[in-house]
């Protein structure tokens, strides 16, 4: 399960020595396929990250659980390939203190897609501030 406890400053350490940048599509919800729906809709209501293969494709997924208000928004900002390990970082956006936002629960999730691999994703989780 994951959780947004990081900072956007500690992701630096993110891009590790002799890390390779591995090209990522993000995926709107409406776009993705049903399996990576389907993985979405069950996990939403807590802070979760996973992992789904079809033939061609490896789709990385985050929820970041139910938030109260609207004004949250979860995007993936770097896939590399470190070692033998495959790194995703998500980064949840909070609304600034004082912004406008829709007041109605709210579920942000996101996915993208790279090309199939078998190699073990590890998922960095940070947080930053609004806009």
């Known amino acids: 399960m994951a959780t947004f406890a990081g900072r956007l400053g500690a992701l630096a350490l993110a891009m590790t020595a002799g890390a390779t940048p591995v090209p990522f599509t993000p995926l709107p ?35 970041a659980g139910e938030q109260p208000t609207g004004g949250y928004a979860l995007r993936f900002t770097e896939v590399v390939l470190a070692g033998d390990e495959i790194v995703a970082t998500v980064v949840l956006t909070r609304p600034r203190p004082g912004a406008p936002v829709t007041m109605a629960l709210s579920y942000p999730a996101t ?15 940070a947080e930053a501030p609004g806009p």
């Open 29 to 63: 919800a409406r776009e993705a396929p049903p399996l990576v729906r389907d993985w979405i809709r069950a996990h939403r209501q807590s802070p979760a990250t996973g992992v789904v293969h079809d033939a061609a494709h490896t789709y990385l997924m985050a929820t």
């Open 111 to 125: 996915a993208a897609r790279i090309g199939r691999t078998e190699r073990p994703v590890v998922f960095r989780t």
